[in-house]
C-alpha cells in the first residue's frame, strides 16, 4: 500500500472514530428542557420530578425552563426553532397548544415525539363556600344560573378549559371562563372565592383539597382515584360519559437526528422506571404509562383527533 493509500485509510479511521465518539458521548453539557406552562401547575410539577431524575441518569444537569402563553404555543413556537441538537427538548401536555398549526406550530407535525411520561386524572374541585355538593347540583344549579357560574383555567386551550368546555357541551350548560397563566394561580384563584370551581389536574389541585380550600366533587377519569378516596367519577354522579385525563409527554425540535431522539427516549424510560419516581408522580395523581416511540406517535395522532372536534364546538380560539 502506497503512502497516499496509508494516508487515506488513517483519515477515514479517525473521520469514524469521531463519529462514533461523538454518538456516545451525549450528553457533554447540560440539557434543556422547555415548559410552555406556568410554574407551579401539573405539567411543571412533573417536569421538574423527572428533571431531577435525569440529572442523575444522564449525569448532566437538566434544567427547567418555564415559556408560558397563549395556551402553550409561545413554548412551542420556541422550543420548534431551537437547534435539534439533542440538548432542547419541549415537557408538555394535554391542551390547545399541541393542536395549532399553519402559521403556528403543533406537536405531531412540528416535533418529533420522543417519550410519554403517562397519565393523570382530573378533578372537579369548588370552593368551599359554593353551595354544591355533587356533579347533578352542579348541572341543575348552571341550568338556573345560566352564565354566571365562573371557572377558572390555567388559560385559553389549557387542560382545565378543554376539560369544562366538553363538560358544558355534554351538560347542556352556561359556565363563564376566566382563564389565567398557568395553574397554579387559577388553582389559588378558585380556593380565593373569586371564581367558583375548576375541573383541573389533580397533581394542580391537591395540595389546596388537602389543606381544605379546596372541596373535591368528583374526578374525570374513567374510575375512582386512590387519592381522593369515596369520591365518584363525574361520569358515574350526574354527567354520564364524560371523561378526561391529562397526557404528559417529552417531545424534540423535528431537525434532532433520530439515534439522539432515542437516546433521550430511553434515558426517560429508564428514569420513569426508578421506584422514587414512580413514588413522587404516584402522590402527584400521575401514573406512569410506558410506550415506544412509534405508539407515542399514534396517540398524539388520536388525541388531535379527539381535542379537535371540542375546540372547533366550543369556538375555542387561542390568545
Known sequence: ???????????????????????????????????????????????????????????????????????????MQYTAQLPGDGYNFLLTSTGYGFLINKANVDLVNSFSSVALIGFGDSALVVNPHFPINTVADLIALAKKRPGEIMYSSSGVGGFPHMNT??????????????????????????????????????????????????RAIAVGGPKRNSLLPGLPTISE?????????????????????????????????????TPEIIKRLDEQGAEIEKMTIPQFSKLMESEQEKWSKVIKQANIKGE
Open 165 to 214: 368546555e366538553l363538560f358544558k357541551m355534554m351538560a347542556g350548560i352556561n359556565l363563564t371562563h376566566i382563564p389565567f397563566k398557568g395553574g397554579g394561580p387559577a388553582v389559588i384563584d378558585t380556593a380565593a372565592g373569586n371564581t367558583q370551581l375548576q375541573i383541573g389536574s389533580i397533581a394542580s389541585v391537591i395540595g389546596q383539597v388537602r389543606a381544605k380550600r379546596l
Open 237 to 273: 354522579s350526574g354527567l354520564p360519559g364524560y371523561q378526561t385525563q391529562i397526557w404528559f409527554g417529552v417531545f424534540a425540535p423535528k431537525s434532532t437526528p433520530g439515534n439522539l431522539v432515542s437516546s433521550m427516549h430511553e434515558a426517560i424510560i429508564d428514569a420513569i422506571s
Open 1 to 75: 500500500m502506497n503512502i497516499r493509500a496509508q494516508i487515506i485509510c488513517i483519515l477515514f479511521f479517525l473521520f469514524h472514530s469521531n463519529l462514533v465518539f461523538s454518538a456516545t458521548a451525549w450528553p457533554d453539557r447540560p440539557v434543556r428542557i422547555i415548559i410552555p406552562w406556568a410554574p407551579g401547575g401539573s405539567t411543571d410539577l412533573v417536569a421538574r420530578i423527572l428533571g431531577s431524575e435525569l440529572t442523575k441518569k444522564l449525569k448532566q444537569q437538566v434544567l427547567i425552563e418555564n415559556r408560558a402563553g397563549a395556551g402553550a404555543i409561545v413554548g
